[in-house]
């Protein structure tokens, strides 16, 4: 029981996305299902409300509660919220696989639509990966490679430690008396007006954006109360037309004879959203406030913070990182050859596609006074060597 056209929740068994509007399962359907099938179909509109409710809340989860944090060219934060998306989604995929919970699939459902498709980032992860090759130390990209081979495998590590997590979770809460869509909205809606009070009560610069890693540190300083609230509203605005534009992208493909071995969905997903980081990137405002303040005024800080918001918040939205390892577990645990050529397949394409897309990724230049003292005086110790190579070849 998954959101139309949703490219974070999957089908193991038929490796294609799960429709809410269809009364289609794997298992034999109960009296309790048809009913919240027809409960669900009576909410106009309850399934898009519900999925932006979820990505509103993960965007203020990571825009305003999740620090960014650096060991010196590596984004722990994302790293770590790729791999905890992985889990969590786990876990809803698990609780919506279980047949003794019928009462748990819608919520299960939108919550991986939305709440996993703007935790985690598939954009995020070859940008990652770019980053990594190109920093001190790293030749002929092997960083990169290792750090997109490493997440996926974390992350099918997290779905496959959720999965038993899940079902022990859902055994617990099969009682509980069913949440309409109105009321997870309220509640959704309640802790997102909590966090924008709180970014209205707090200092400037309460709102972070993934982006702001690349900025020098005099731009990031500079922050105000009203670009806080700017960066806040946007990054609102923006997931959810990346989570629609993310349904649509997916659509509703039914499963041929014995099954397809590609997940279409979620590679339409990252497609597009790699095309839309690398022309964003590509143009004369990268997405980054160094851009707005380094170029000359070439870009103005307004349109600087949009496109950065359009290359995490939008960008990250459309794609599918954490949701697509829960359905990949699931169908290599079947142990059916084909189920797991298919899950090599689909690695495969996702990998080479990141590898690919961090390649052709242009690279912000590092600032030199966001490196710590040991750099920094050892750039003047090298400015230092090339002086005096100059001086002795005019003497």
């Known amino acids: 029981y998954s959101l139309p056209g949703s490219c974070c929740a999957t089908d193991a068994a038929t490796m294609l996305p799960r429709h809410a509007d269809d009364v289609q399962y794997s298992r034999v359907a109960t009296q309790d299902d048809v009913a919240a099938d027809q409960r669900h179909r009576a909410e106009p509109g309850s399934a898009l409300a519900q999925v932006v409710a979820w990505g509103a809340l993960a965007e203020c989860l990571t825009s305003v509660f999740c620090p960014i944090v650096m060991v010196g060219a590596l984004d722990v934060s994302a790293t770590i919220l790729n791999i905890s998306g992985a889990f969590l989604a786990g876990i809803a995929h698990s609780a919506d696989a279980t047949p003794s919970a019928p009462r748990l699939h819608s919520a299960c459902a939108t919550f991986q639509a939305g ?5 985690t980032s598939f954009t995020v992860l070859f940008e ?12 002929n990209r092997a960083c990169g490679a290792g750090y997109v081979l490493a997440v996926f495998a974390a992350q099918l590590a997290a779905a496959a430690a959720a999965a038993r997590l899940g079902a022990r979770l859902c055994g617990r809460l099969k009682e509980m008396p069913p949440p309409t869509s109105q009321s997870q909205v309220r ?9 924008c009070v709180w970014v209205a009560l707090a200092p400037p610069g309460a709102v972070a954006d993934p982006l702001q890693i690349d900025a020098p540190r005099r731009a990031r300083e500079r922050r105000t109360k009203r670009g806080d609230a700017a960066l806040l509203g946007a990054g ?31 590679l339409r997903c990252n497609l597009v959203a790699t095309l839309l980081l690398l022309a964003l990137r590509a143009g004369r405002c990268d ?18 913070g949009l496109v950065a918001k359009l290359c ?28 797991r050529r ?9 990998v080479g596609l990141a590898l690919l897309a961090g390649v ?21 110790q090298e400015q230092r060597v090339v002086s005096l190579e100059k001086s002795t070849h005019m003497t």
């Open 287 to 304: 997405g980054t406030a160094a851009t707005a303040t380094d170029a000359g005024g070439a870009c103005p800080p307004l349109l600087a």
């Open 128 to 139: 990652q990966a770019a980053r990594l090759d190109t920093s001190p130390g790293c030749e």
């Open 115 to 119: 709440f996993i498709g703007v935790f």
């Open 187 to 195: 509640a959704l809606r309640g802790v997102v007006i909590a966090a």
């Open 312 to 339: 995490s918040s939008a960008c990250g939205a459309i794609s599918v990182s954490g949701g697509l390892a829960p359905a990949l577990w699931g169908l290599w645990s079947s142990g059916a050859r084909r189920s």
């Open 342 to 350: 298919a899950v090599l397949l689909n690695l495969s394409l996702h």
């Open 236 to 266: 609102l605005l923006l997931q959810a037309a990346g989570l629609w534009l993310s349904r649509r992208l997916s659509g509703k493909e039914r499963p041929g004879p014995g099954g397809r071995l590609v997940l279409w969905g979620p």
């Open 360 to 380: 052709l990724l242009p690279q912000q230049p590092h600032s030199r006074e966001d490196e710590g003292p040991a750099s920094q005086h050892k750039g003047q």
